[in-house]
């Protein structure tokens, strides 16, 4: 009587939801420690936007610059200046049309600037490199880091089921992951001059869900590789990028694909489409924003489980 | 008591109470290992081991691979039973019920390095789900007993082996209990220190807790329990007081065999040294501090160069005390060390492999 009594002080004295707040509060300070990939993300981040400012001060989100006819005529602004110095010589009425269209080819021009950032970098840098890099860097360390430091068994011996250890440490590593991400994505996309802030309403429900996705990814591969850096790159700049650029369906196991068919109906009023939309077979945003959520629970339940089986070694 | 199975082969010991001073089995048991098997690939880490421990310090001795801290990862819930159960207080190990009831001082030295040596028990207690008076004051308690109060403010990194080894007792101390795992947990302690964690130990002992020790060396656990469980091969070897275990062992005379892998001896193929190898009795490892030899009485003489000149063909007799010198190359054989040797650490070689034999049977 006198022990089940004790047993009941106990219970009242301490409680679980207040363990696993304070262990998600305990690992997002942690994760607040920048570690070396955190830095190099970081370092990224400046390089990017030192990039993307140069470009928009040189003016160069258009295809103003582009050559045309196999990339070795002249360029469209050259090509426009020149036709230009012909008009005189038409006719009236050929001098109107002439007009007309000059006048249409330099507003496409000016237009363009959307597209070239979108597909020269928002694609091609920050979907394909920074954003995989960037939710790589805080997710591998939430729970690798303390792998490899062994100081995981500190939480593994405390009175939470493992599930929600699991749970915990990526809810503490979301902020910091998404704040990288979407934040990254929003100073790119502020230096980027008049493409920037259409790029960034229309994307960044997009960066958001794959972050998600991505962060619950690499987060399951720091919990169970030993080198869980290193399988996230691998997975990324190979896995990813083969597998997301496949004709027929095996792109549709890449996250990649999702997150550029959200981006492919977000903007398809400024005329974003795949180059060959038949071969790219696009789901619409919808379907893709539920396979991104749904991945990403997937991944969490995958992890919770296979994380309550696992047994760490003194060595891991 | 003594195990009636304790010189048997098949490990399948059933300790229907370890419970020192008097203690009886009708005290419910802290901890049940029931029929546990434990693999690492080809390797077995325990082998049907089959225990209950109740309130009260049980040591558990061992030496290297024999599988001590795989019966403690075991019974912390850290390792998962391939055959078998653990069970604390009737709750399987790997649950969050029964990690309440466990206190784990694990052998790995690792912490948040960054923290200090307070902050990291006041987090481990927050861990436990206490609120921050709570848990401070836990950790205040904690700290005070195991002697860290006035030096628990730097940083854990600039901790001594002594220090991180106190803060680890605290954190296994904070939530009260009632079974204690401590893997080696005098291991890197000063004497001081280790006579008072000794004391703290009794005194844990001596208000119910169940504490399991585990270490290397037997003579740190006689002064702490007369009761031990001896673990060899992933088997409980014995289970029992130890001069029970010694009285059984009288009757069984231990010897090492050597097995000489020639390749591996240094010198063999210096022709001045060739088949020059030593065995070091236990005898030099028996000695305390200052040279006194622990319970030496309790032993007979041995004569090793003598015994080990009529096994080993060509070994000349002539070598020091304890030491047994040439022999030609893929001698082997057996040294009878002249009695029972009950010693953790069995004996030390160098350019050959020694295995302790007991009744037959090759102990690791």
């Known amino acids: 009587m006198t022990e089940s009594a004790g047993a009941m002080d106990k219970r009242r004295e301490r409680s679980s939801l207040r363990a696993w707040l304070f262990l998600v509060w305990l690992s997002w300070q942690r994760q607040a420690r920048a570690r070396q990939m955190v830095w190099i993300a970081l370092a990224l981040l400046a390089f990017a936007t030192v990039v993307v400012a140069l470009n928009t001060a040189g003016g160069r989100w258009t295809m103003a610059y582009w050559k045309f006819f196999g990339r070795q005529g002249p360029t469209h602004q050259e090509w426009l200046a020149q036709s230009q110095t012909v008009t005189p010589l038409l006719p009236p009425a050929g001098k109107a049309l002439a007009s007309a269209y000059y006048a249409a080819h330099s507003a496409i021009l000016k237009e363009s600037d959307f597209l070239v950032f979108t597909r020269g970098f928002v694609f091609l840098l920050f979907f394909s490199f920074l954003l995989p890099l960037w939710s790589l860097s805080f997710a591998t360390e939430a729970m690798g880091g303390e792998r490899e430091s062994q100081s995981l068994i500190w939480l593994l011996t405390r009175p939470l089921s493992r599930p929600a250890i699991y749970l915990a440490k990526f809810v503490a590593m979301l902020p910091w992951c998404l704040a990288l991400n979407v934040g990254g994505f929003a100073l790119l996309c502020s230096v980027a001059g008049r493409p920037g802030p259409i790029a960034f309403r229309l994307f960044w429900p997009a960066v958001l869900w794959a972050s998600l996705t991505f962060g619950a990814l690499f987060y399951l591969f720091g919990a169970f590789f030993r080198r869980p850096a290193i399988v996230a790159i691998v997975y990324s700049f190979f896995l990813e990028v083969i597998m997301g650029n496949m004709p027929g369906d095996l792109k549709r196991f890449s996250v990649g694909f999702y997150a550029r068919c959200m981006m492919f109906e977000a903007a398809e009023q400024h005329g974003l489409q795949p180059e060959n939309p038949v071969i790219y077979d696009p789901v619409s945003g919808g379907t893709a924003l539920w396979v991104l959520l749904l991945s990403t629970v997937l991944l969490l339940a995958v992890g919770m489980f296979l994380f309550r089986r696992i047994e760490f070694e003194v060595s891991d | ?364």
Not at chain 2, 141 to 167: A, C, H, N, P, W
Not at chain 2, 270 to 287: A, Y
Not at chain 2, 289 to 312: D, I, M, Y
């Open chain 2, 1 to 364: 008591m003594l195990d009636p199975g304790v010189q048997g082969t098949t490990g399948q010991l059933t300790s229907p109470t370890l419970a020192p001073r008097g203690r009886v089995a009708a005290i419910e048991p802290v901890l049940v290992f029931e029929r546990v098997s434990k693999f690492y690939g080809p390797v077995i880490g325990v082998n049907q081991v089959t225990l209950e421990l109740r309130p009260g310090i049980t040591g558990l001795v061992g030496s290297n691979g024999a599988g001590k801290s795989t019966l403690m990862r075991l019974a912390a819930g850290q390792a998962r039973p391939d055959l078998g159960r653990v069970q604390v207080r009737g709750h399987d190990a790997r649950s969050a019920e029964a990690r309440l009831r466990v206190g784990y001082c694990p052998e790995v030295d690792t912490f948040y390095e960054e923290m200090s040596g307070r902050q990291f028990v006041q987090t481990m207690a927050r861990l436990c789900g206490y609120r921050r008076g709570e848990a401070h004051q836990r950790a205040e308690e904690t700290l005070r007993q195991v002697g860290m109060t006035d030096r628990s403010d730097r940083r854990l990194r600039g901790y001594s082996k002594g220090m991180r080894q106190r803060i680890k007792l605290a954190q296994a101390l904070l939530h009260d209990p009632p079974l204690l795992l401590l893997d080696e947990p005098l291991s890197g302690i000063d004497p001081v220190g280790r006579q008072e964690f000794i004391g703290l130990f009794l005194e844990l002992a001596e208000r119910n807790k169940c504490l399991l020790v585990s270490s290397h060396e037997l003579e740190e656990l006689e002064k702490l329990t007369d009761h031990v469980a001896i673990m060899a091969r992933g088997r409980i070897a014995a289970v029992g007081s130890i001069a029970q275990i010694r009285e059984r062992l009288e009757d069984q005379p231990l010897s090492i065999r050597i097995d000489i892998d020639w390749a591996d001896v240094p010198g063999s193929r210096d022709t001045t040294r060739n088949g020059v190898f030593h065995v070091e009795h236990p005898d030099r490892l028996r000695r305390g501090p200052g040279g006194r030899s622990v319970g030496a009485q309790r032993r007979p003489p041995h004569r090793p160069g003598a015994t080990a000149a009529s096994v080993l063909p060509g070994a000349d007799p002539t070598g020091p005390r304890g030491m047994v010198r040439g022999a030609p190359p893929g001698a082997a054989g057996r040294v009878d060390l002249g009695g029972p040797w009950l010693s953790a650490r069995g004996c030390s070689c160098r350019g050959v492999t020694c295995r302790r034999d007991s009744q037959g049977e090759a102990e690791a």
